[in-house]
């Protein structure tokens, strides 16, 4: 079974190296990597070209955001599944592609997703926030969860069949989809209960202006997929994310 992987980026000069070596280190044989680059002025299409290995196409130009950049990974995606790993993210060890893989076809999924830890960006061995997913529940997403999406692995065939990102999202365009593949569409989705993926603490959507924005569209995503939007989806959303600064992994308690 192939698999893509798909990293968006823009300026990311200073961590670019590190999320290719991360997938090129995967023990994993049959993966495609794409780099889909917003014309970075930076340096970092000089720093992927020094890169060889596993980068199969690469495209450095400009577009509308970072849900527009993933679709463009998705168009040329060939494997039969796909994941996204950012630019500030690796892969946590060597086997994450291949024990994904290994669940989707066991539990016969549609997707498979797993836990993910914010470091610190100047200290990657200091942990920020442990976010453990936990296994889906039908109506889940209402009570504020939403699985971790760098660790998100899905059939490429879905994307075709029920569509990709909206681009018209900056900040919430993940939780749109996978609100409307898992809750609305109901694939078939499958927890790996450990850390798949090490993602920087930073971002538009951890600032104020980004946090207005990305609950506006996550308002919009309930409605447009159908959905009355619920009431105490915040509170609950809120009192899940605290508990992810006091949470820790196993061994580092």
């Given at each position: ?10 300026n ?9 070596r991360?997938v ?10 794409i ?6 002025t ?35 995606a ?17 086997k ?47 009570n ?18 029920v ?9 919430a ?26 993602m920087?603490?930073?971002?538009r959507?951890?600032t104020?202006?980004?946090i207005?924005?990305g ?8 409605r447009?997929?159908g959905m ?26």
């Amino acid at each position: 079974m192939n698999v893509s992987i798909v990293t968006v980026c823009f300026n990311s000069a200073d961590t670019i190296e590190h999320t290719i070596r991360s997938v090129q280190g995967q023990d994993y044989e049959h993966i495609e990597h794409i780099i889909i680059d917003g014309g970075s002025t930076d340096g970092t299409q000089s720093r992927v070209a020094g890169c060889n290995g596993q980068i199969r196409k690469f495209i450095s130009e400009p577009d509308r955001g970072i849900y527009d950049a993933m679709n463009k990974g998705l168009h040329l995606a060939e494997g039969e599944i796909v994941g996204f790993l950012n630019a500030d993210d690796v892969y946590v060890g060597p086997k994450v592609v291949s024990e994904v893989v290994a669940a989707i076809e066991a539990h016969h999924v549609d997707a498979v997703y797993g836990d993910l830890i914010y470091v610190d960006p100047a200290d990657s061995s200091r942990i920020v926030r442990y976010w453990q997913a936990g296994p889906y529940r039908p109506g889940a997403f209402r009570n504020g969860w939403v699985p971790p999406h760098p660790t998100f692995f899905c059939r490429t065939a879905l994307y075709r069949e029920v569509g990709g990102y909206d681009p018209t999202c900056r900040i919430a365009g993940d939780f749109e989809l996978m609100l409307r593949f898992v809750e609305k569409h109901k694939i078939r989705v499958h927890y790996l209960s450990k850390c798949l993926v090490h993602m920087r603490a930073r971002g538009r959507g951890n600032t104020l202006r980004g946090i207005i924005r990305g609950n506006r569209e996550i308002i919009q995503a309930f409605r447009r997929n159908g959905m009355a939007f619920p009431p105490g989806y915040f509170c609950a959303k809120f009192f899940r994310k605290a508990r992810q600064f006091v949470q820790r992994p196993e061994g580092e308690r």
